[in-house]
């Protein structure tokens, strides 16, 4: 929550993971504040919950995020995201 903050104002970033299960603030607190930071104008937002994507727009139809992952984490699946999102070629 909050260190995430401190972290967002002093480091440009092109991706966000974000765990919606927060001990200090909401994670739709968190990501609203997050898409306020300059320095993140440009990320993309990937929410990570053990939540269905579904509950989580229900409790909050504002919530506006680029990608939602369900935990646990398929590292496979993020990579070929990331892949995908932001163009990489491989070469091997």
């Known amino acids: 929550g909050k260190s995430a903050l401190d972290v967002a104002n ?4 092109n991706v966000v993971l974000l765990d919606f299960k927060l001990p200090d603030m909401s994670g739709y607190e968190l990501l609203r504040r997050l898409k306020e930071v300059n320095r993140l104008h440009r990320a993309k937002f990937f929410v990570v919950s053990g939540y269905a994507r ?39």
């Open 54 to 92: 579904e509950d989580i727009q229900r409790e909050n139809s504002q919530v506006d995020f680029d990608y939602f992952i369900t935990k646990p984490v398929n590292i496979s699946e993020l990579q070929k995201l990331l892949i995908k999102e932001f163009d990489i070629h491989i070469q091997g």
């Open 10 to 13: 002093n480091f440009a970033a």
